[in-house]
């Protein structure tokens, strides 16, 4: 199986996704509709720093960066997907602007920065996501201007204290939330 880049420098490029069933890859629809969401938000993915979290294939990162994304840290666990990664990140020469760290999400360390967006897509009906937003702001990767994008079953709420849904959209079986830090945090 493979899916493709939608829109940018590597539109239509082709991205393995891992085999077996540990990782599920985000639906060619379900990108377009997240990634339509941001960009009548942002306006420009120019020069963003992006974490793809739960990466899997890193397509929603690789989305990012074909858009025109400065750099990305991808997040993954599982070996194959990890490896599969790394191959899409070699077919696509885009090497230097990628940190793939292969660890869990909950084992990340302080920011040195807040990034621009945070794309998380973790397995479903586990509450993952939830719990990694709450470290994530703990230890400064999500500022006040951060966008954050989670990526749920489509019957799952999410909430996270300190972020406020902006925007909320079912896609197949999929739930796309879009958040930011409470003005008030």
Same mark, same amino acid.
């Given at each position: 199986?493979?899916?493709?880049?939608?829109? %940018? &420098?590597?539109?239509?490029?082709?991205?393995?996704?891992?085999?077996?069933?540990?990782?599920?890859?985000?639906?060619?629809?379900?990108?377009?509709?997240?990634?339509?969401?941001?960009? =009548?938000?942002?306006?420009?993915?120019?020069?963003?720093?992006?974490?793809?979290?739960?990466?899997?294939?890193? /397509?929603? %990162?690789?989305?990012?960066?074909? *858009?025109?994304?400065?750099?990305?840290?991808?997040?993954? &666990? #599982?070996?194959?997907?990890?490896?599969? !990664? $790394? =191959?899409?990140?070699?077919? !696509?020469?885009?090497?230097?602007?990628?940190?793939? *760290?292969?660890?869990?999400?909950?084992?990340? %360390?302080? /920011?040195?920065?807040?990034?621009?967006?945070?794309?998380?897509?973790?397995?479903?009906?586990?509450?993952?996501?939830?719990?990694?937003?709450?470290?994530?702001? $703990?230890?400064?990767?999500? %500022?006040? /201007?951060?966008?954050? =994008?989670?990526?749920?079953?489509?019957?799952?709420?999410?909430?996270?204290?300190?972020?406020?849904?902006?925007?909320?959209?079912?896609?197949?079986?999929?739930?796309?939330?879009?958040?930011?830090?409470?003005? #008030?945090?």
């Amino acid at each position: 199986m493979s899916i493709r880049i939608i829109a %940018g &420098q590597w539109r239509a490029r082709k991205l393995q996704v891992p085999a077996g069933e540990t990782t599920r890859p985000t639906a060619d629809r379900t990108r377009e509709t997240l990634f339509s969401m941001l960009v =009548s938000r942002l306006g420009s993915f120019e020069g963003l720093s992006v974490a793809d979290l739960f990466a899997g294939s890193g /397509a929603l %990162g690789l989305e990012a960066l074909s *858009r025109g994304a400065a750099s990305c840290i991808f997040v993954e &666990q #599982d070996a194959a997907a990890i490896r599969t !990664l $790394r =191959s899409n990140i070699a077919n !696509l020469q885009a090497a230097p602007q990628c940190d793939v *760290r292969a660890a869990s999400v909950l084992s990340l %360390g302080p /920011a040195r920065a807040p990034l621009d967006l945070v794309l998380l897509d973790p397995p479903y009906q586990t509450g993952a996501g939830e719990v990694a937003l709450g470290k994530l702001q $703990r230890l400064g990767w999500i %500022g006040p /201007a951060t966008w954050v =994008s989670l990526e749920t079953a489509y019957n799952e709420m999410p909430t996270v204290k300190g972020l406020d849904m902006i925007a909320d959209r079912k896609v197949g079986t999929a739930r796309i939330s879009l958040l930011q830090m409470q003005a #008030d945090s």
